[in-house]
């Protein structure tokens, strides 16, 4: 299936020094990955992560944009502005940001879209609350949140997207999903890709879990046939879970 990507989501955690030291950790202990490995960082984190990475095959993730290039938006900041500095993904619809700052499947497709024209790549998040799920509609939810944030995507530019399939209700509380369910949800998605394009762009495309991913489940979680690779909140702060997470994904 894809290829192998294992991002870390640090939240709102770290300083620029803390950033700078977390990676100086990190970076011995994932120096034979055979996956791709990203941090994403706070905003401000963002010059020291990439002076932290250079001469690595670390990438570097901010974890919003805007969709727009420039003008009135006190606060916000664009993919222009990333790309200009050298950032080279960004993570976007998180469930945090749709939860507590309003980011809806509208706004994440416009998110999208200036990201990809701005040359990033997107780590997209999906997922379903637990009443959701509860009443049987996550398979309905996760395609819809695909679909809407995919409009106006070409198949070339799906290159340069991954899927993050996060549960809101595994993440940040220590319930995972199971093996089957992360595996079933990660094919659903496969196959909403392929309606949407064909079969050689949902074969290629990455799709990875995240939601209480840890040193412990992540080896049987990444041997789902289905999964390819993780979004890390909590145990990406921590370098040797990390690298743990890391090298489970081969
Ligand atoms: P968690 O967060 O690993 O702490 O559950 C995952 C995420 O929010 O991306």
Redesign the pocket.
């Given at each position: 299936m894809g290829k192998y990507v294992i991002?870390g989501?640090w939240?709102m955690n770290k300083t620029p020094a803390e950033a700078t030291a977390l990676i100086n950790e990190i970076k011995p202990l994932v120096a034979d990955a055979a996956c791709d490995v990203v941090v994403?960082v706070p905003f401000v984190d963002l010059p020291a992560a990439l002076a932290a990475v250079e001469g690595t095959k670390i990438g570097v993730a901010a974890q919003n944009c805007h969709w727009e290039k420039s003008g009135a938006y006190t606060g916000e900041i664009s993919a222009e502005m990333l790309a200009a500095m050298g950032v080279g993904y960004v993570?976007l619809g998180?469930?945090?940001r749709r939860t507590y700052f309003g980011d809806t499947d509208e706004t994440v497709q416009k998110r999208m879209r200036a990201a990809l024209d701005a040359g990033l790549t997107v780590i997209l998040?999906v997922g379903e609350y637990l009443t959701q799920r509860e009443q049987g509609v996550t398979n309905e939810v996760v395609a819809m949140q695909t679909k809407i944030a995919l409009g106006g995507v070409s198949a070339e530019e799906m290159a340069r997207v991954i899927i993050?399939y996060?549960p809101v209700w595994?993440?940040?509380?220590?319930l995972?999903a199971t093996n089957e369910q992360a595996n079933e949800v990660c094919a659903m998605i496969r196959t909403t890709i392929a309606g949407l394009y064909d079969q050689a762009v949902a074969d290629a495309v990455t799709v990875q879990y995240?939601?209480?991913?840890?040193a412990g489940n992540a080896a049987a979680l990444l041997a789902q046939s289905d999964v390819d690779g993780?979004?890390?909140?909590?145990?990406?702060l921590k370098a040797a879970d990390f690298a743990v997470i890391v090298g489970a994904a081969k």
């Amino acid at each position: 299936m894809g290829k192998y990507v294992i991002a870390g989501n640090w939240k709102m955690n770290k300083t620029p020094a803390e950033a700078t030291a977390l990676i100086n950790e990190i970076k011995p202990l994932v120096a034979d990955a055979a996956c791709d490995v990203v941090v994403g960082v706070p905003f401000v984190d963002l010059p020291a992560a990439l002076a932290a990475v250079e001469g690595t095959k670390i990438g570097v993730a901010a974890q919003n944009c805007h969709w727009e290039k420039s003008g009135a938006y006190t606060g916000e900041i664009s993919a222009e502005m990333l790309a200009a500095m050298g950032v080279g993904y960004v993570i976007l619809g998180h469930s945090e940001r749709r939860t507590y700052f309003g980011d809806t499947d509208e706004t994440v497709q416009k998110r999208m879209r200036a990201a990809l024209d701005a040359g990033l790549t997107v780590i997209l998040c999906v997922g379903e609350y637990l009443t959701q799920r509860e009443q049987g509609v996550t398979n309905e939810v996760v395609a819809m949140q695909t679909k809407i944030a995919l409009g106006g995507v070409s198949a070339e530019e799906m290159a340069r997207v991954i899927i993050a399939y996060e549960p809101v209700w595994a993440i940040g509380t220590g319930l995972t999903a199971t093996n089957e369910q992360a595996n079933e949800v990660c094919a659903m998605i496969r196959t909403t890709i392929a309606g949407l394009y064909d079969q050689a762009v949902a074969d290629a495309v990455t799709v990875q879990y995240g939601g209480s991913m840890n040193a412990g489940n992540a080896a049987a979680l990444l041997a789902q046939s289905d999964v390819d690779g993780g979004l890390i909140g909590g145990a990406s702060l921590k370098a040797a879970d990390f690298a743990v997470i890391v090298g489970a994904a081969k």
